[in-house]
């Protein structure tokens, strides 16, 4: 099993443009996350998913946006890139809240925006 | 408001000694903590957990202390190896229908040789 796969690893973007970080869990999973990491801090929760259909703010959801069409997939976009963006934002998912072990993390994607 | 921080950024250690990570939390509702580790480059990875019900919890080579008293979090690792280098992050869960992860802002393990 791949696990949580994050697309793309690396990217740069410009002030004011738009992306879409893409993240596909196949391990069947209902719970999926969107995180950002500051340098030197912890993970901040942006939005999260707890089902096809179904999405809800975390800590810092300004500036992002998610769906959740899938099971499987749950992207995040980025409409008007800000310099505050920059973060290595992960992915993650489970079979279940408040579950710590449960928690599969993606290897990230580093953003930078100049 | 509530927060989970820990005591120190980074801690060297010697090859074959133990660690001890630190992380106080302010949120009376917590009831269950984990451990997770941070490699370069990568997410975080599970490490062990432990429920407000319980003081102590031990896995493999490691050990997660729970002081509600003081609102404490510990992490023993035996035998620190190179492996462990690593940031090291305690994290938490509060009682109610959100169930989040909550992080705190981690510590950076170096074991010396």
């Known amino acids: 099993n791949a696990g949580v796969t994050q697309t793309p690893k690396f990217r740069i973007l410009k002030i004011g443009q738009s992306m879409t970080l893409q993240c596909t869990q196949d391990?069947?999973?209902?719970?999926m996350y969107w995180y950002r990491q500051d340098p030197g801090m912890g993970l901040k929760l942006i939005y999260y998913?707890?089902?096809?259909?179904?999405?809800d703010k975390g800590e810092v959801p300004n500036g992002y946006n998610v769906s959740r069409s899938t099971t499987e997939d749950f992207p995040l976009r980025l409409e008007l890139a800000a310099p505050s963006q920059t973060s290595v934002y992960f992915c993650a998912s489970s079979y279940g809240l408040g579950q710590g072990s449960g928690y599969t993390f993606g290897s990230g994607t580093r953003l930078t925006v100049v | 408001g509530e927060s989970v921080g820990l005591h120190l950024p980074t801690l060297s250690v010697q090859e074959g000694d133990n660690s001890i990570i630190n992380c106080a939390y302010s949120n009376s509702a917590s009831d269950y903590f984990i451990w997770y580790k941070q490699e370069s480059g990568k997410g975080p990875q599970f490490i062990i957990d432990?429920?407000?019900?319980?003081d102590k919890r031990q896995g493999q080579r490691v050990t997660v202390l729970l002081n509600k008293t003081v609102k404490h979090l510990s992490l023993q690792i035996a035998a620190t190896q190179p492996g462990d280098s690593a940031v090291y992050f305690c994290a938490e869960i509060s009682s109610g229908s959100a169930r989040q992860l909550t992080f705190g802002s981690g510590t950076q393990l170096t074991v010396l040789p």
């Open positions: 391990m069947n999973h209902n719970y």
């Open positions: 432990i429920r407000s019900n319980m």
């Open positions: 998913s707890v089902g096809a259909g179904i999405t």
